[in-house]
């Protein structure tokens, strides 16, 4: 069984610039959530969706937006990038709420 | 107090040892608890998962989960050097729509 699948690896990006991170599920699993890890600030929540809705929602400014697709493959999505915006940037699906997630390799963003 | 709390650590054992990780959390509603193992540079890996008190045992692992006390603990038995890495433990809080909330992590150590 396929894990999950997060692309690409590695990202590097000037500041003011916008990025897209993509997230591909283990199949059946129906909810998608990101994480951004920093040494400092350790795992932050940003979004979890599940059938194409946004069921909860970190503490990140607007920048941040996020969507699923009907196949559950979701997007992240950084606009106006800003040099704290490096981190590993982290996906985790799970069959549903209270289920374990399930992490992908993450995607390194370096912001320039 | 912070949503989940561990010790940072680094806590130190030799190999063949017990190592003992401990969580306290703060939402008295949570129903489902989680440890990850973390490798330096790697994304988190699920190593067990807990939803009733009491002890669940996987292998050289065994998770314990007393409610009443807001407390769930990780035993690793006969660690070996590669087992360390960062642990981390995470909790769905129901006070914040079931959002996996994780804590900062537990550097283990095991020393050959």
């Known amino acids: 069984k396929a894990g999950v699948t997060q692309t690409p690896r590695y990202l590097i990006k000037t500041r003011g610039q916008q990025v897209t991170l993509s997230c591909s599920p283990i199949?059946?699993?129906?909810?998608v959530s990101w994480y951004q890890q920093t040494p400092g600030q350790g795992l932050q929540f940003l979004f979890e969706?599940?059938?194409?809705?946004?069921?909860n929602k970190g503490n990140f400014p607007g920048r941040f937006s996020g969507r699923q697709f009907s196949n559950s493959r979701s997007e992240m999505n950084v606009s106006t990038l800003e040099l704290g915006d490096s981190a590993l940037y982290l996906c985790?699906?799970?069959?549903?709420?209270?289920?374990?997630?399930?992490f992908g390799d993450g995607t390194r963003l370096s912001i320039l | 107090q912070k949503e989940v709390e561990q010790n940072s650590g680094p806590l130190s054992v030799p190999e063949g040892a017990i190592a003992s990780l401990n969580c306290t959390y703060s939402?008295?509603?949570?129903?489902?608890f989680f440890w990850y193992r973390q490798y330096s540079g790697k994304s988190p890996e699920l190593i067990m998962s807990?939803?009733?008190?009491g002890d669940k045992e996987d292998g050289r692992f065994t998770a314990q989960l007393n409610k009443a006390s807001q407390y769930v603990s990780l035993l690793i038995r006969d660690s070996q050097p590669s087992d360390s890495a960062t642990y981390l433990c995470?909790?769905?809080?129901?006070?914040?729509?079931?959002?996996?909330?994780f804590g900062a992590g537990t550097i283990l150590r095991v020393k050959s």
């Open positions: 985790a699906s799970s069959r549903d709420l209270n289920q374990p997630q399930h």
């Open positions: 199949s059946g699993h129906r909810s």
């Open positions: 969706y599940f059938s194409e809705t946004q069921r």
């Open positions: 939402d008295r509603g949570s129903q489902s």
């Open positions: 807990i939803y009733s008190n």
């Open positions: 995470a909790v769905n809080m129901r006070e914040y729509g079931n959002k996996l909330v």
